[in-house]
């Protein structure tokens, strides 16, 4: 894998929502924000093989949004997160554990 690939896919986004749709075979990650779906599918494919060696399962179709920060106050001070972008991933075939790790 080169380096641009192992930048692209940040880290898998755990919460309800997230590990609800890992059931249904779609899985959450944050990625960067200049990567494309083609860059995401290519980069997962290649993590996929590397840490699931005998995992039969194809990538079928990759969403991406954009999520911008909210401003958030506590008593005097605030704070504003980095915005960031998403990418959920459909795939088809055996079923991945990157939540459980």
């Not at 380096?3 to 944050?30: D, G, V």
């Amino acid at each position: 894998m080169n380096s641009r690939e192992s930048q692209i896919i940040l880290n898998p986004i755990i919460n309800e929502k997230t590990i609800s749709l890992a059931a249904s075979n779609k899985y959450t990650f944050a990625v960067a924000n200049d990567a494309n779906k083609t860059e995401i599918a290519h980069a997962l494919k290649q993590i996929i093989s590397e840490l699931y060696p005998k995992n039969k399962c194809t990538i079928i179709k990759v969403n991406t949004s954009y999520v911008r920060d909210r401003f958030r106050r506590s008593k005097r001070h605030g704070r504003s997160p980095k915005d960031f972008k998403k990418a959920i991933v459909t795939i088809e075939g055996d079923a991945l554990d990157f939540y459980n790790q």
